[in-house]
């Protein structure tokens, strides 16, 4: 699973807690948030691989 999935699986919890624990909903809520959030940087982060003659590089692209 992916740094994204995993964030994603994450945020969704924190919501079913949120419904499943009034008293504490927006504790759960904010929890959800930071998740999501996580979810949105991973998925910004691409990989980019460039191969050529002798060399090749790899680069995060932001």
Known sequence: MDR???????????????LADPEHHDQWIDEAIKWLERAMEASRRVAVTV???DASA???VP
């Open 51 to 53: 191969e050529g003659g």
């Open 4 to 18: 994204r999935t995993a964030c994603l699986n994450q945020a969704n919890a924190f919501r079913e807690k949120a």
């Open 58 to 60: 790899v680069s995060e």
